[in-house]
């Protein structure tokens, strides 16, 4: 991955149930969709660098390529990004499966590439989904399991993962909700100009204890949010970008004005998404300077929740 070389080009980053029970096939744990199709989750993603391919979502992760321009290889240990395609689901609930633990790739380890959860033990910083847990189960409750993959994951802050972060895929559940489908792109993005930016921010930077053989992973400054779907042949997007610090992300949603995080404070475009990153959306390009001005509008009836737990 390519990590974005010029961060003050990004000024926004100043601103800042009921239970039922769903149909789903015993042997392949198969949850109530509105097509059994297959899944096309890379149709709008960048070009990849190391794929792996999990029912619910596509990861490329981070190879051992020259991130910072230096000439030599660096290893940040995260996804470039990860796509989902997302759909309708029928039912008045998501059956979910227990939290679970978190696992990593076993040969990309071996070669220094993914860390091992003990990278994160400790570190302060949650193991933040990038492919939704709750999104997944849509689609089967093995699908579910599989989003605890550090793959899947990047350092976030707790409060930006658990709040304003976890909100926005919910937007994302209800959109595909609203039009069917809809298309994911997520990812981090880092700040290699780092004498550039406040003090208060520095330490956002690398987690793992190294002197005990951990390896270093890469905190991202901002990460990225790309949601494309159909108006008819027409193709639509959403382009946001957040820092993981940044305004009212300490709050809890119900101390916010009106209950709402207000995210259209952080839409941009593909292009600037580009430009930070260094990834390019080559079927995305004739949008890639569009600046859209507020959310695809949603009913509150179109968030569905996960189901209740059964009582063991």
């Known amino acids: 991955m390519v990590a974005f070389r010029n961060f003050s080009r990004a000024t926004m980053f100043a601103v800042g149930i009921t239970s039922i029970v769903l149909l789903w096939s015993a042997h392949t744990h198969a949850q109530d969709i509105v097509s059994d199709d297959e899944y096309d989750h890379e149709k709008f993603a960048p070009e990849v660098e190391i794929r792996r391919t999990f029912d619910a979502f596509v990861v490329s992760f981070d190879s051992k390529d020259d991130d910072d321009g230096d000439r030599n290889p660096d290893l940040l240990r ?3 990004w990860v796509a989902q395609e997302i759909r309708k689901f029928d039912g008045a609930c998501v059956k979910t499966g227990d939290r679970t633990s978190w696992t990593t790739d076993y040969n990309l380890h071996k070669s220094g590439v993914a860390p091992k959860d003990s990278s994160y033990a400790g570190s302060g910083f949650d193991r933040g989904h990038m492919a939704a847990k709750l999104l997944a189960a849509r689609i089967s409750l093995d699908a579910d399991k599989e989003t605890f993959t550090l793959l899947n994951a990047v350092p976030q802050m707790p409060r930006f993962n658990s709040f304003i972060w976890k909100d926005l895929e919910a937007h994302t559940g209800a959109w595909a909700q609203e039009y069917g489908r809809v298309w994911v792109i997520q990812g981090p993005v880092f700040d ?27 905190v991202p400054d901002a990460l990225f ?12 997007t959403l382009a946001f970008l957040y820092p993981q610090l940044g305004p009212w ?27 930070l990153t ?3 959306f080559p079927k ?9 001005q507020e959310l695809w509008p949603v009913s509150e009836e179109l968030f569905i929740p996960p189901c209740p737990k059964e009582p063991t």
């Open 278 to 280: 260094g990834l390019s």
């Open 225 to 236: 949010k790309i949601v494309v779907r159909y108006d008819g042949n027409e193709v639509k």
């Open 249 to 275: 992300y300490h709050k809890a949603k119900s101390e916010l004005p009106n209950r709402d995080y207000a995210h259209e404070r952080f839409l941009t475009t593909i292009g600037e998404i580009e430009e």
């Open 284 to 292: 995305l390009e004739a949008l890639k300077n569009v600046l859209t």
């Open 78 to 80: 995260v996804p470039n």
């Open 192 to 218: 290699t100009k780092r004498q550039r930016r406040p003090c208060w921010t520095r330490y956002l930077h690398w987690i793992g204890d190294t002197d005990k053989g951990e390896y270093a992973v890469a």
